[in-house]
Nanobody
């Protein structure tokens, strides 16, 4: 199993970044997917989720700014991040769960990527 994030980097406040998560080793379309993030000194938190049925879920702090999507033909998960804020700075992880979409507890996810750094300067 492999989940490989890409697309992180540095942005000014108000800018945009797009994360990708390429998946292999399991049937991507059978799993709900999520993006989590972890800032220094803080716990890992749920950011956005997309069910195997394409239902969408977001934490309140990113609603209207972030968009999660998936392409089952490419086995790839995306997170489009617009209007970035310094408080969005964190390592972002993609993860897969066999449960329905919107699962916010990290321990309910079976597979994880290695993480991608996102840094937003003010």
């Amino acid at each position: 199993v492999l989940l490989a994030e890409s697309g992180g980097g540095l942005s000014h406040a108000g800018g945009s970044l797009r994360l990708s998560c390429a998946v292999s080793g399991f049937t991507f379309s059978d799993y709900s997917m999520g993006w989590f993030r972890q800032a220094p000194g803080k716990e890992r938190e749920f950011v956005a989720g997309i069910g195997w049925n394409f239902d969408l879920y977001y934490v309140d702090s990113v609603k209207g700014r972030f968009t999660i999507s998936r392409d089952n033909a490419k086995n790839t998960l995306y997170l489009q991040m617009n209007s970035l804020k310094p408080e969005d700075t964190a390592v972002y992880y993609c993860a897969a769960t066999p449960f329905a979409g919107g699962v916010i507890t990290a321990s309910d996810y079976d597979y994880w990527g290695q993480g991608a750094q996102v840094t937003v300067s003010s």
